[in-house]
C-alpha cells in the first residue's frame, strides 16, 4: 500500500517552454502533497507544501508563479514549471501525506527527471 | 540556523557486517525523525520513524536509536548485503500541523561482497 507515481518519469523540453508534471496517490487519499526538488548529490529541497482545494504553500525563495501548483483532488496534484530555464534542470519528486495516521510519514514518488536545453 | 549532518563520505564495509549510520542535527527539536533509502535516479523509500521520546527502534535488520540530549541518530543494518548498497536519508520535522520534513544530504553506503 501507499504508493505514489509521478508522471512523466523524465522530460525533455525547450528554453522559454513550460512543464506540467502529475503526482498521484494510488491507493489513498492524500488532502496534503509536497514538492521537492534535488541536484545531483545534493539532499531534497522542500519546494512547497500542495493542500487539496487550497492554495499551495511555498518555501523561500522558490517562486510561485514559476512553479504552480494545483491540489484538484485527494489524488492528484500537479507542478507545472513556466518558462523553464536550464538552471531549472533537476530531479524533481513528489511526496504524499497518507491521511489519517498519527506520525507525518510522507510517501515518495520515483521522481521526474526535467532537462531544459 | 536549522542544520542536519550526515557523514557525507561513503561507507564502504564488508557483506556480513553491521553498517552504521550517523545524523547529528543542531538547532532543531524534532518530534520524528525518520530514516529514508535512495537509489540513484529514484525517489526516497521509507523505513523507519522514530519518535522523541523512544530510544529505539528496530524492523528486520534495521535499528535506529535517538538521544535528543546529543541530538543524533544512529541507523544500523545487521547483517548488511550488496542490496542494501544506496544512499540512506535522515529527515526531522518539528511534529507541527505543516508535517514538513528537513533532509540531510545522506549517506552512500557500499557494502562489498
Known amino acids: 500500500g501507499a504508493v505514489v507515481s509521478q508522471h512523466p518519469s523524465w522530460v525533455i523540453c525547450k528554453s522559454g517552454t513550460s512543464v506540467k508534471i502529475e503526482c498521484r496517490s494510488l491507493?489513498?487519499?492524500?488532502?496534503?502533497m509536497f514538492w521537492y526538488r534535488q541536484f545531483p548529490k545534493q539532499s531534497l529541497m522542500l519546494m512547497a507544501t500542495s493542500n487539496e482545494g487550497s492554495k499551495a504553500t511555498y518555501e523561500q525563495g522558490v517562486e510561485k508563479d514559476k512553479f504552480l501548483i494545483n491540489h484538484a483532488s485527494l489524488t492528484l496534484s500537479t507542478l507545472t514549471v513556466t518558462s523553464a530555464h536550464p538552471e531549472d534542470s533537476s530531479f524533481y519528486i513528489c511526496?504524499?501525506?497518507?491521511?489519517?495516521?498519527?506520525?507525518?510519514?510522507?510517501?515518495f514518488g520515483p521522481g521526474t527527471r526535467l532537462t531544459v536545453l | 540556523s536549522q542544520k542536519i549532518e550526515q557523514n557525507s563520505e561513503a561507507l564502504n564495509i564488508q557483506e556480513g557486517k553491521t553498517a552504521t549510520l550517523t545524523c547529528n542535527y543542531t538547532?532543531?527539536?524534532?518530534?520524528?525523525l525518520q530514516w529514508y533509502r535512495q537509489d540513484p535516479g529514484r525517489g526516497p523509500v521509507f523505513l523507519l520513524l522514530i519518535r522523541e521520546n523512544e530510544k529505539e527502534k528496530r524492523k528486520e535488520r534495521l535499528k535506529v536509536t535517538f538521544d535528543t540530549t546529543l541530538k543524533q541518530s544512529l541507523f544500523h543494518i545487521t547483517a548488511s548485503q550488496p542490496a542494501d548498497s544506496a544512499t540512506y536519508l535522515c529527515a526531522l520535522t518539528g511534529g507541527d500541523s505543516s508535517y514538513k520534513l528537513i533532509f540531510g544530504s545522506g549517506t552512500r553506503l557500499l557494502v562489498r561482497p
Open positions: 511526496s504524499a501525506l497518507l491521511a489519517g495516521t498519527s506520525t507525518d510519514t510522507q510517501y
Open positions: 538547532n532543531y527539536s524534532p518530534a520524528y
Open positions: 491507493d489513498f487519499q492524500a488532502t496534503t
